[in-house]
């Protein structure tokens, strides 16, 4: 199993330009998460989801759009990207509530 | 609104002595209490969980203990290890809630 697997690794974006953060697992899992990490920081949350064609917004979603039209993949959208975006960003899924959450290597996207 | 407060934000260690984190929660319906390790530049990854029916849970240098009273629950690393320098996440999810609320983190230090 991959697990949760993210793309792309890295990333810079100019200040106005959109892009699309790929986030898929393999585990079966209902529930996923998208968070984004700022240097020497914890864990914000961004969106959840807790089933295909289900979506709802964490602490820190302006500026991002997601979708979950299948079970595996859970797609994180940036529109008019800005420089308080830069960060770290780390999809997650777990089984269900109160379960362990398995995180992926991390999208770091720096905009300039 | 509910919160996880985390301490200490820093933690340096001789090798061989013993660390402790601690985490106070405030949903007293919180039921699930899991600890992320997360090294230099790599994703937060589960090394030990503890619910709300359990007191305390051990997994060779690695305890959790749970107080559910006070709502605290604490790490204790024994015997530390170099390779045990992190940042430690604690967290804490009520069922039915979808996500965790996160701490700040705790970033350790074991000098050799």
């Known amino acids: 199993n991959a697990g949760v697997t993210q793309t792309p690794k890295f990333r810079i974006l100019k200040i106005g330009q959109s892009m699309t953060l790929q986030c898929t697992q393999d585990?079966?899992?209902?529930?996923m998460y998208w968070y984004r990490q700022d240097p020497g920081m914890g864990l914000k949350l961004i969106y959840y989801s807790v089933g295909a064609g289900i979506t709802d917004k964490g602490e820190v979603p302006n500026g991002y759009n997601v979708s979950r039209s299948t079970t595996e993949d859970f797609p994180l959208r940036l529109e008019l990207a800005a420089p308080s975006q830069t960060s770290v960003y780390f999809c997650a899924s777990s089984y269900g509530t109160s379960q362990p959450q398995h995180f992926g290597d991390g999208t770091r996207l720096s905009i300039l | 609104g509910e919160n996880v407060e985390q301490h200490p934000s820093t933690l340096s260690v001789q090798e061989g002595d013993s660390a402790v984190i601690k985490c106070t929660y405030s949903d007293s319906a919180s039921n699930y209490f899991p600890w992320y390790k997360q090294e230099l530049g790599k994703r937060p990854q589960l090394i030990i969980d503890i619910r709300s029916n359990v007191g305390e849970k051990k997994d060779q240098r690695i305890a959790v203990t749970l107080n559910k009273t006070a709502k605290h629950f604490s790490l204790h690393i024994t015997e530390t290890q170099p390779e045990d320098s992190a940042v430690y996440f604690c967290?804490?999810?009520?069922?039915?809630?979808?996500?965790?609320?996160f701490g700040t983190g705790t970033r350790l230090k074991v000098l050799a």
């Open positions: 967290a804490a999810s009520t069922s039915g809630t979808y996500k965790y609320i």
């Open positions: 585990m079966n899992h209902n529930y």
